[in-house]
């Protein structure tokens, strides 16, 4: 994790409809703003899309109490675009883990969004994905 800033990629799924945004670097309430900004306009963004954040590789255990209430108040100031939209967020350790549930406790009461954290990624897209939006398995004729 050499970068400075907080950087990221997206990568639109259609089965699951889904956007994964992979993020490494290390985190800041600006650098979260602009991704917000820059998720919200992607020509494939929708209302309720699922979000699959992996902060993996983000540096997140140094944020401060203000920064993180900074990226609250940007994430709630989205609460429009966001309403009703299942985001999972994973983090790589569990002090990660723990910072992105101070972030949720802030947010939980001002957003319409359904967030939650994870520190495994099969859990997190078993969340994020509603059962009906998952592809048939078709060898078996399951969802995946």
Known sequence: M???RMEWTFESLEKPELIRVLCSGIFTSA???AMFDELLLLPYWHLRI???FDYREVE???TSPMELLAASNN???HNASLAYTR???LFDSQES???GLR???ITRQSTEAFVKMFRDEEPAMNWVVPQSQRPIDAASGHSR
């Open 2 to 4: 050499g970068c400075l």
């Open 103 to 105: 972030f949720a406790a």
């Open 50 to 52: 699922s979000v699959f």
């Open 31 to 33: 650098d979260f703003a």
């Open 60 to 62: 997140v255990t140094k």
């Open 97 to 99: 883990y723990e910072t």
């Open 87 to 89: 985001i999972s967020l």
């Open 75 to 77: 994430f709630i100031s």
